[in-house]
């Protein structure tokens, strides 16, 4: 990309003084801010690691929590939380994913749609304390189940379906319509179009939006903690659903603002570095699909 | 990864010699049910280790908690959706702000101590009743009037609701008004929130429980008499209170086993102590 | 991009083929699957989508029905007129905490909207490839990172520093808020952005660049308003979650009911205000009702917003 504007820049050098000019600030400008915003995030990634990461050992990891005594683990919690996650992926991505291809392919265009459109991305900026609110009067309240890993997975799931819905539509509105047209010429039907063509050029998009909502997910405390409560079963790899299930990002929550152990500052610490190494798990699981797809796509 | 296979052999271990040994415990651990507890955060910590040794006796029970606020607890109790409400006071009485739970019966689990804390630059060490009305009024806003340096008083205020609040208003302050507006004045919704805000802000002073002072900050004496356990234990510090476990009418069934279990002695010198509760018998009313 | 159908192309043939086969008689079942699974799978969309709108307006209908009863005993001035938010005293005047919101979502586009946009144009146009193979996934990686532990950066190091700058005994308030909920947002923006970006076809800088035009001149008349719609839905996604974030903005904006003098005078916003007090409130008390309203508020106040940044987009594709 950078050969072309040397030549242009070059062979028109005289009478575009002023634009090469420019070129040469913006580019400089963009490099400055991106070596500081690069900058920036390292610095906030190390303040957040330094203490935590070399002190991480596989009884932390593994353990049960404890109140009292230094020492206490994360097992439980950490589990629960990819349990959640799981669950409530499972749900949320094939409604997500299957709304936004009908607001994108299907839904007629008109005003009625266009409102639901913005209501959908009105709600993403409902506090998630209110959805929290919502899982308690359904699952609390109305089916009886109390605080529970599923009520928890369902709530979670409601937070995310309207990033999950617009991404897909915005990433599948983005496909080239030619795409499209030459997929239709070549006497596929809807679905094959969407299956073959829409789905596996928008895929890159689409799976940025299950990477932030995943993350988002994962690091989501105040809707846990009201559906899904602060206590886990005591017991690691408990894949009953209707048990209480508080997740490392509550477990954080709950040893930052509450808890007494003499230990909670490091502990804290190490649960921030393993939350930040699964995000960068979830990350490559999902990106490496992506990369299959790229390879696929391009030989 | 050996020292987990360790503790939960050990664990087995005592749960079946618990179940051998006592009768009483082998009638306990046939006890099933579920029990639902939310309410205070502050008595969190005590609950949630209650919970998971209550667990080991009687694995057929499965207790889940939350805690979001007091006042979540009687209230979640009232509608039904808990069966412990866990709460700072005596939620079957008015006390500022809220008003009684009827036909709920307050069953009291533990006493927490709560101290006047400041940053660590601050001079001053003692305040007299009066001095804190003023301070948390906003009627004193300078150090210097109560006997420190010329600085700005940054008060630190508990959120609306929270238990801490509420004692601390009722027992330090004897019920007067706390401010609710200044340039520095900010409220916090947890302890966590209030312990940190204390450690790195100069010249601020809030309060908090017992257990949560550090040696970050300074506990200050109220009428000359320090926050100490032993204090409280010789009558001479007043600021205290219990905490609660409401419950709809007389606790029944697995929640009256648990509830009992919190308040028998073994609970109550054993882990309760650990956590820097103080335990019920320990002080006179 | 375009030799993404060639997969499509290699399967096509052979499906055309059967389909032209098909109407012809013996492989007609292909023929009726085929459009069988289409029509299920069109229901199976519309399913969801009905589904999806099913669960968002039971939420809208429960913060409406709820936050309603506020107007029972408040009158419609008091509490969108007044700032005078005193529960404990029957007051509920919600003007201070709607313009924070506003204000304190307006302050935060204005710092993250700029440098997002150059960090989106930074990763889609001029790094190398290796180097934004690296970045993308740091980026992600910043969304994972729980609110409640920026909240704590935010006062552990954000707070101090501010206060040493500005001399204040306190500096909690609309500016640090801003800036927390920035390197929040930042990720969501830049990453969206730099997919609308990237996604942006390679011949219309090609044609740019045979124009004549420099780097600079194609970035910004030709990619970037090409990128629009992706940009300004990137910047949309980050204002809804500027506006409703809690946890973070909690620990960091002092929750005092106070209309704020500057940027660091404590004061509070509508989420930080029903985090704090939902949880401490009677169930059945006009306080309780009126933090619901707040909550159905902030989603009035997000969909306006969306509609004016609509609005301009609209205004700007007219003009261009």
């Known amino acids: 990309m950078s050969q072309p504007s040397k030549a242009a820049a070059n062979s028109f050098g005289k009478r575009n003084g002023r634009a090469a000019a420019l070129d040469r600030i913006f580019t400089g400008l963009v490099w400055g801010i991106g070596a500081l915003v690069i900058l920036f995030i390292c610095g906030l990634l190390f303040l957040l690691l330094k203490n935590g990461l070399p002190k991480l050992t596989w009884d932390f990891l593994y353990g049960l929590p404890s109140e009292i ?176 299930g508080e997740t490392l990002a509550v477990h954080l929550w709950y040893v930052q603002s509450e808890a007494i152990v003499p230990d909670a500052q490091e502990i804290a610490q190490k649960a921030t570095s393993v939350l930040i190494f699964v995000v960068l798990l979830i990350n490559l699981v999902f990106r490496v699909p992506l990369w299959f797809n790229s390879r696929k796509t391009k030989g | 990864m050996k020292k987990w296979i360790k503790s939960v052999s050990a664990i087995a271990l005592a749960v079946s010699l618990m179940a051998g040994v006592t009768s009483a415990a082998s009638a306990a651990s046939t006890l099933k049910g579920k029990i639902v507890i939310n309410g205070s955060s502050a008595l969190l910590p005590l609950t949630l280790q209650a919970a998971s040794e209550f667990k080991k006796q009687n694995p057929k029970v499965k207790i889940s908690a939350s805690a979001a606020g007091s006042i979540t607890g009687p209230q979640s109790v009232r509608k039904g959706i808990a069966d412990i409400g866990a709460v700072d006071w005596d939620a079957s009485k008015d006390v500022p702000g809220f008003k009684k739970f009827d036909g709920q019966v307050a069953n009291p689990v533990a006493v927490t101590v709560f101290a006047a804390v400041a940053n660590k630059n601050v001079k001053v060490d003692s305040l007299t009743t009066k001095q804190l009305q003023d301070i948390f009024s906003g009627k004193v806003t300078n150090w210097k009037d109560v006997g420190g340096d010329d600085a700005e008083i940054v008060v630190v205020n508990r959120k609306f609701g929270s238990g801490t609040r509420v004692n601390f208003q009722m027992k330090a302050l004897e019920g007067k008004e706390l401010m609710s507006k200044g340039d520095n004045y900010k409220e916090v919704g947890s302890s966590g929130d209030m312990k940190t805000t204390i450690e790195t802000t100069p010249n601020s002073i809030g309060y908090i429980d017992l257990p949560y002072v550090t040696d970050k900050m300074k506990a200050m004496k109220i009428n000359n008499v320090a926050p100490t356990e032993k204090n409280v234990l010789n009558g001479s510090y007043k600021v205290w209170g219990i905490g609660y476990f409401m419950t709809k009418g007389e606790p029944t069934g697995a929640t009256k086993a648990f509830i009992e279990y919190i308040q028998s002695s073994k609970f109550q010198n054993g882990s309760l102590k650990k956590l820097k509760f103080i335990p019920l018998s320990a002080v006179k009313k | 991009m375009l030799d993404l159908n060639a997969s499509a192309q290699a399967a096509a043939p052979a499906e055309l083929g059967q389909s032209i086969r098909g109407g012809s008689g013996p492989a007609f079942d292909r023929k009726a699957r085929l459009r069988w699974s289409n029509s299920i799978f069109r229901v199976a969309c519309i399913a969801s989508a009905v589904f999806v709108c099913l669960v968002l307006l039971c939420i809208l209908f429960l913060m409406f029905r709820t936050g309603v009863l506020t107007f029972q005993n408040v009158s419609f001035r008091e509490f969108f007129f007044s700032a005078d938010w005193d529960p404990e005293n029957d007051r509920y005047g919600a003007l201070i905490f709607i313009f924070g919101t506003v204000a304190l979502t307006l302050l935060t586009l204005v710092i993250s909207v700029p440098f997002s946009v150059v960090i989106a144009v930074f990763l889609a146009e001029v790094t190398p490839s290796w180097l934004r193979n690296i970045l993308r996934p740091v980026l992600d990686l910043l969304v994972g990172i729980p609110s409640v532990v920026y909240g704590f950066l935010g006062l552990t190091v954000l707070i101090p520093l501010l206060r040493d700058l500005t001399g204040n005994e306190l500096a909690d308030g609309l500016l640090a808020a801003a800036i927390v909920l920035t390197i929040m947002v930042l990720p969501t923006i830049s990453r969206i952005s730099d997919d609308a970006i990237s996604a942006v076809p390679k011949k219309y800088r090609d044609a740019s660049y045979a124009l004549g035009s420099n780097r600079f001149q194609t970035i910004v008349r030709v990619v970037l308003p090409a990128a629009r719609s992706g940009i300004l839905y990137a910047v949309i996604l980050g204002m809804a979650r500027a506006i409703g974030e809690t946890m973070a903005v909690v620990m960091v904006i002092g929750n005092t009911a106070q209309m704020p003098s500057s940027l660091f005078t404590p004061t509070a916003v509508l989420t930080s205000n029903i985090v704090m007090q939902i949880s401490s409130v009677e169930f059945d008390s006009t306080w309780n009702y009126a933090l619901y309203l707040m909550g159905f508020l902030l989603l009035v106040i997000s969909l306006l917003m969306i509609v004016a940044v609509r609005f301009l987009q609209k205004r700007g594709a007219r003009e261009s």
Not at chain 1, 123 to 147: D, T, W
Not at chain 1, 169 to 181: A, D, G, T
Not at chain 1, 194 to 216: D, E, F, K, M, Q
């Open chain 1, 69 to 244: 005594e230094e020492g206490g683990g994360i097992g439980p919690a950490l589990f629960n939380s990819f349990y959640l996650l799981f669950i409530s992926l499972v749900i949320s991505i094939p409604l997500g994913m299957a709304a936004g291809i009908y607001l994108a392919e299907f839904a007629p265009d008109n005003r009625l749609i266009g409102l639901i459109r913005i209501c959908v991305e009105g709600l993403s900026s409902v506090p998630s304390i209110i959805f929290g609110l919502f899982g308690i009067a359904l699952f609390v309240e109305m089916f009886q189940i109390g605080l529970t890993i599923l009520g928890g997975a369902v709530s979670l799931a409601f937070l995310n379906l309207p990033v999950l819905t617009r991404v897909t539509e915005e990433s599948i509105r983005s496909v080239p319509v030619e795409l499209k047209n030459a997929s239709f010429a070549l006497g596929s039907t809807h679905l094959q179009t969407i299956r073959r063509v829409l789905i596996p050029v928008a895929l890159s998009g689409i799976v940025t939006g299950i990477c932030l909502t995943a993350g988002r997910a994962f690091g989501e405390s105040a809707v846990i903690i009201l559906t899904a409560g602060v206590t886990t079963s005591g017991e690691m790899w408990d894949f009953n659903l209707f048990s209480p």
